[in-house]
């Protein structure tokens, strides 16, 4: 079907019809999928606005040691661009990069995208989205995209005295790489994923590592296992096999993991098993019910790792459970009084899960702004669209299927979505399209409805809730998510004409 949506627009534009010219905002994974998109259906009058000088998102933003994707590798390609090239069955963030920076590259993408370009505001007005760059010139369209993603600005804590450091300071998406670490006091503030990921590697470079965790993480072992040049170059030559290694992943994600989050069973009892299975691996006793999380798993997003647990175990690493009181010039203070000095300290807090495409301003119809919109909290029909904001699409928005799934799959729908929709306006079926607020208000009756059958809601708080402590996810499965926007519900919509 996506095929054939393609070849309908491309045919469509060779019979004259009206063609609309494309903003996409970002160029990271789903920028590029739309960008793709937009080119194989010959819509060539479209720019990707990226407000770095490169592509990549997450994956340009973050080099921090240890860095790697928590998806298999073979799941973690688009599905029409496979990558034998990997080495690894979690796929480290540079091999990432160089693989969106490869089809970036195969597809033309550079002619079409602008770097450094940062946009300060978009206005829906006389039909089009006028477009203000921050370096003051303008641009407009009939499709604004919002290709942002979820994680692009950075969460600093709110800790007294964090400025007073004299060390080394730097958040884990602004590795400094000019900083030496051999043999250095390195702090971590933090446990997610990313914080457990540098354990590792830094406690092989630290005279003494000290992790500062304020929430204990579930963690579950998956062996990294390495793929020889052998296997390279057979999934290389039999296309097939890449194809079988994506449908294998997926499908064990889906009947697994997927579902263990959704709903009790017998999924997520087996999650629980493995969990505290894996954390025997821990054995002192003190240090074990130190790493114990009181929530169940999956209520915070899995780490997937095999060697957090070891080396937090070594002599020069060390595990401060005492909250942080503040920093001081010579390091962190925690509330039991004790100094713990460090030369190095590494920010691990994480994204603001809901800033999307803020700080970027937006204003809808009607004068409605974003911040007016979202005033409740980020809310779109089926992560795609906002009431108000006609013509306007969003890739990984708010309530999208995120958890542990791969995200590529997602924007490749997602995309595919705002396609068909692009379809019907070059058929002449509107000219501004836009969700009917009743609407979004029953999908977010039945979201509310399913989220209390979900590990997210059993007593934790993680990233993925919003001020209320509702998780901004969705609550089913991710196959039925792909089904629900495989085809646009015009009975959801607003059409209208000039």
């Known amino acids: 079907m996506q095929q054939d949506t393609l070849a309908q627009i491309k045919t469509l534009k060779e019979q004259g019809k009206r063609t609309p010219r494309v903003i996409v905002i970002g160029a990271g994974m789903s920028g590029i999928c739309m960008g793709i998109r937009l080119l194989e259906a010959g819509i060539d009058d479209f720019v990707i606005y990226e407000k770095k000088d490169n592509i990549g998102g997450t994956w340009r933003e973050n080099t921090y040691p240890g860095l790697a994707c928590d998806v298999p590798s073979y799941f973690y390609t688009y599905s029409f661009e496979p990558n034998p090239n990997w080495t690894h069955r979690f796929p480290p963030g540079a091999e990432i990069q160089q693989y ?6 195969k597809y033309g993408l550079g002619a079409y995208t602008q770097f450094n370009t940062e946009i300060a505001d978009c206005r829906f007005e006389q039909g089009r989205w006028q477009v203000d760059l921050a370096d003051g010139k303008t641009d407009s369209a009939e499709f604004l995209i919002a290709a942002t993603g979820v994680l692009h600005q950075v969460n600093m804590p709110s800790i007294e005295g964090l400025d007073s450091f004299e060390g080394d300071q730097f958040h884990s998406a602004r590795w400094d790489h000019e900083v030496e670490l051999k043999d250095k006091r390195i702090g971590i503030i933090g446990t997610g994923s990313t914080a457990l990921q540098m354990v590792a590697p830094l406690s092989d470079l ?13 963690v579950i ?7 020889s040049e052998g ?7 039999h296309k097939w096999l890449s194809t079988a290694l994506y449908r294998g992943y997926k499908f064990m994600i889906e009947q697994t993991l997927g579902k263990a989050v959704i709903k009790p069973g017998w999924r997520r009892t087996l999650l629980n098993n493995m969990c505290e299975s894996n954390l025997k691996v821990i054995k002192d006793r003190e240090l074990r019910h130190r790493l114990t999380p009181t929530y169940e798993p999956g209520c915070k997003r899995m780490v997937v790792s095999s060697s957090f647990y070891p080396a937090i175990q070594k002599s020069n690493c060390a595990l401060v459970t005492d909250s942080i009181e503040r920093i001081e010039a010579k390091g962190v203070r925690t509330k039991d009084g004790e100094l713990h000095e460090l030369d190095v300290m590494v920010i691990c807090t ?7 495409m803020r700080p970027m301003a937006m204003t809808g119809k009607d004068g409605i702004t974003l911040a007016q919109a ?3 909290g980020p809310k779109a029909l089926r992560s795609l669209t906002i009431p108000g904001f006609p013509n306007f699409f969003m890739l990984i928005g708010p309530h999208s299927p995120i958890g542990n799934y791969s995200l590529i799959p997602l ?16 058929e002449g079926n509107f000219d501004q399209i836009e969700p009917k607020q009743q609407a979004v208000n029953d999908f977010y009756q039945k979201v509310g409805e399913a989220l209390p059958d979900t590990v997210w809601t059993s007593g934790c708080q993680s990233w993925y809730q919003d001020d209320d402590g509702v998780p901004a996810l969705w609550p089913w499965s991710p196959q039925r998510y792909m089904k629900e926007i495989d085809q646009p519900n015009m009975n959801e919509y607003e059409l209208s004409s000039a």
């Open 100 to 105: 969106f920076e490869s089809v970036f590259e």
């Open 374 to 376: 979202w005033e409740k």
């Open 231 to 237: 296997w390279k170059q057979l999934v290389a030559k």
């Open 221 to 227: 072992s998956a062996p990294d296992k390495q793929y």
């Open 350 to 356: 994480g994204f603001d899960g809901f800033a999307f």
């Open 206 to 218: 630290a005279g003494k590592l000290t992790l500062f965790q304020r929430t204990a993480q579930w």
């Open 411 to 426: 924007a490749e729908g997602q995309s595919m979505y705002a396609m068909q929709c692009i379809k019907m306006y070059m």
